[in-house]
């Protein structure tokens, strides 16, 4: 068996068998599943209710309905609901409607409270039933608007679809930023989490003085790519891994609460007509019309995500992630050699971080225009190009410019792998020794 | 017959010269002792003959040939600063190295368990490095140096770390490897353990050999004519004739120690003899200078004259 191959062997089993890949390897999509699944459970199963006291010296706000999680009192004035906003367990806040000293309507209108400040979706309940009051009551009322008018002219909707001319394709420009930008974060994040485990690899080598035993017995160029190889493996299946639990835990998750995601979006549809004071019988021919614009925006996602080159996307992003990985984890590999603490190599690690630092920095600038010459540029330069093309393949980036910029990249790797095995080479065997910018120079130059 | 060779070795480092016109060689069988003060470009050559370095000239000779790659399996370095992974299982980490030098997985295991038998450390396998103390995991760096069966072992150091005991089982494990066959380069400060081991030395100082050959020869050309004598007790003064000279001179109850010097133009036959005519001699022996004693006249003789070479120059 080749050498290369055994060092691979053990730095992939080494690092997969640890507890804490397993523990990364989890935790990402609980943590996922969890941003997805803990504001849905909490809007429809939230146990709490709250009672709002109400005091209208309006008459126009006669008809606040109670649901599971807010209860409303109606109170003859505001001294009786302040008393009883001083009790315990009884209301926790007042809205307070007061006549207005001209007009019918008031502008302003108060909400009071006096231990805790209402939850954000108690007010916003609130905002809404008024808001819905108002129009049924003044507009349908007082101005005297036919109800049926009222429902076409808000159910009005205008749906906005920008579309190549020549090919006739949909744009969704916005599921493509959305791309872009998970996409050259994670290849950003995994480059440097995994490059920094190269770098601790060779110190480990180091410090503890088995570099020596090894480098008797294989080259340390076969060392080096061994280490950077089996990381790389290392890499690649915690992605796996990350793809398929998050993936199945999504799917199952969805597919056990089907049911409530289903009641729940009824109910809100169901509560919302009921507040514009239509009656049940009105609710179910009305359904289908409101469902109407919510739908064209998902079957439009949807299209946009059958649309866009997912093929193309997956290819570009491993080609990237390899290159970008084997051009700083080369590195990482040389600095981890001529350094034996943490400490003394961030003279080292901060000139590696910068360039990738400032591409994901200026991401919102190159979403905004992927194919401007900033972006053209970062795109090329090889220290760049790894996180700055990811930026750019989402939004289709001519196939020339993606061939000139990874051959820029691979051309680039030869030369650091060159320079990261002389200065390793060097390095590994070097003990207490600090090393300078002028000493690497030196060792660049003359063949040791 | 020779096993390895090197043959005017250079090695400079950025401006310093590290090794200068290096030819040694170590005869198949023997224990070569690699002596010199710290800095002299000893584990330079070890280097080199490890193929971690490659020389600038000259060449090294391993069984006649060239040094070359394929030699990697035939050669064991247990080199001075040395470690093993600290958080890897002892079985697994052995068995890794095992198989850098070429063994199979199932010749590496097996000779394993049967070392791990030989120093009873059979239930180190499955432990992690770091439970182990220091001089355990040094055990357990010396089998895995030996592991494959080289032909060429190289103990850079082999003693610091270990205690008394252990020290002592190393010993007798390398001699045991010799008599095996092997050939064995042993560099170390340690004097006493030359003489119990070595058959050949070779002396490095700033960079070059300034002594080497078998051990009993050089020990042979560094006596000094001195000799010990013990006598029965006489009192007062012995008074010797032209070209013997007492350096020291004791006595107990019983005995008069003699340390007496001679003149090159005298034998020891010549002293004896005029040692018969004076006292009652109980024992006669020549005194040869200790391996330490001639390391440092060596290297403090050498440092000396080049000193004076450099003040020459100037």
Not at chain 1, 134 to 154: A, G, H, M, S
Not at chain 1, 181 to 192: C, K, Q, T, W
Not at chain 1, 283 to 307: C, F, K, N, R, Y
Not at chain 2, 59 to 68: A, D, M, N, T, W
Request: glycine share 6%; proline share 3%.
């Amino acid at each position: 068996m080749n050498k290369i191959l055994l060092v691979i062997q053990r730095e992939y089993l080494t690092r997969v068998k640890k507890k804490s890949f397993w523990i990364l390897t989890l935790l990402v999509p609980i943590l996922l599943v969890a941003l997805y699944a803990i504001p849905i459970y909490l809007a429809t199963n939230s146990l709490e209710v709250t009672h709002v006291a109400v005091v209208d010296e309006t008459g126009l706000y006669n008809d606040f309905r109670s649901s599971d999680n807010v209860v409303y009192h109606y109170m003859a004035d505001i001294d009786i609901a302040q008393k009883a906003l001083g009790k315990a367990d009884t209301v926790e806040a007042i809205v307070y409607v007061q006549k207005p000293k001209s007009g019918i309507v008031p502008t302003e209108i108060f909400v009071y409270y006096s231990k805790d400040a209402p939850s954000p979706s108690v007010k916003s309940g609130i905002d809404k039933q008024m808001q819905d009051m108002l129009r049924n009551n003044i507009l349908l009322d007082v101005y005297n608007i036919n109800r049926e008018d009222y429902e076409k002219i808000t159910n009005t909707s205008v749906n906005l679809h920008v579309q190549d001319l020549d090919t006739g394709e949909s744009d969704f420009s916005s599921m493509r930023m959305v791309i872009a930008f998970v996409l050259s974060l994670l290849i950003y994040m995994a480059i440097f989490i995994f490059g920094s485990q190269v770098m601790r690899g060779v110190m480990e080598e180091k410090t503890n003085r088995i570099v020596e035993v090894l480098v008797s017995s294989l080259k340390p160029f076969q060392l080096m790519m061994g280490k950077v190889v089996g990381v790389a493996l290392v890499g690649l299946t915690q992605f796996v891994l990350w793809i398929v639990l998050s993936g199945s835990i999504i799917t199952a998750f969805t597919i056990a609460n089907a049911d409530t995601f289903d009641k729940a979006r009824q109910q809100e549809q169901i509560d919302m007509l009921k507040s514009r004071g239509v009656s049940v019988e009105q609710i179910a021919a009305e359904m289908s019309d409101t469902d109407m614009p919510d739908t064209d925006m998902q079957t439009e996602m949807v299209q946009g995500l059958l649309h866009i080159q997912f093929g193309v996307i997956a290819v570009a992003f491993l080609i990237l992630f390899i290159l970008g990985y084997l051009l700083y984890s080369t590195l990482f590999a040389a600095v981890g050699a001529i350094t034996e603490s943490e400490q003394d190599n961030s003279q080292f690690v901060l000139p590696l971080t910068v360039p990738l630092l400032l591409v994901i920095i200026l991401t919102p600038t190159l979403i905004e225009a992927p194919n401007g010459s900033l972006a053209i540029w970062l795109s090329m330069i090889p220290f760049t190009s790894p996180v700055a093309m990811m930026v750019r393949v989402p939004f289709g980036v001519p196939i020339w410019q993606i061939a000139v910029s990874v051959g820029i990249l691979a051309l680039t790797i030869l030369l650091t792998v060159w320079v990261a095995a002389k200065i390793y080479r060097t390095g590994i065997l070097l003990y207490g020794k600090k090393i300078t910018y002028k000493e690497l120079w030196k060792w660049l130059r003359f063949n040791n | 017959m020779e096993l390895l060779a090197t043959e005017n070795v250079e090695k400079s480092y950025s401006g310093y010269k590290a090794l200068d016109d290096v030819s040694i060689s170590a005869r198949e069988g023997t224990v070569l002792g690699l002596l010199g003060p710290n800095g002299a470009g000893k584990t330079t050559l070890i280097r080199i003959i490890n193929q971690i370095t490659a020389p600038d000239s000259g060449c090294v000779l391993f069984g006649g040939e060239r040094l070359s790659q394929k030699h990697i399996s035939q050669i064991g370095y247990l080199p001075e600063e040395r470690g093993l992974y600290k958080k890897m299982k002892v079985g697994e980490q052995a068995m890794y190295l095992a198989r850098l030098k070429g063994l199979t997985k199932y010749d590496a295991e097996k000779r394993l368990r049967q070392w791990f038998e030989r120093f009873e450390i059979q239930d180190w396998w499955n432990k992690k490095v770091e439970e182990l103390s220091k001089g355990m995991q040094q055990k357990v760096q010396f089998i895995v140096t030996v592991l494959h069966e080289p032909r060429l072992l190289i103990f850079d150091e082999p003693f610091s770390g270990f205690d008394p005991i252990n020290a002592n089982l190393l010993k007798e494990e390398i001699l045991r490897l010799k008599n095996n066959g092997a050939t064995v380069v042993f560099s170390t400060h340690n004097m006493a353990s030359v003489e119990e081991i070595c058959d050949d030395i070779v002396l490095i100082n700033k960079s070059r050999v300034v002594l080497s050959g078998r051990v009993n020869n050089i020990k042979n050309s560094f006596r000094k004519n001195i000799f010990d004598v013990r006598c029965r007790k006489t009192d007062g003064e012995i008074a010797f004739a032209y070209g013997i000279s007492v350096l020291s001179q004791t006595a107990d109850e019983l005995n008069t120690f003699l340390k007496l010097k001679i003149d090159n133009t005298l034998s020891p036959n010549d002293l004896l003899r005029s040692l018969v005519d004076r006292v009652e001699v109980l024992s006669f022996q020549e005194v040869l200078p200790s391996m330490n004693e001639i390391f440092i006249e060596t290297v403090t003789s050498n440092n000396q004259s080049q000193t004076a070479e450099n003040k020459e120059d100037i």
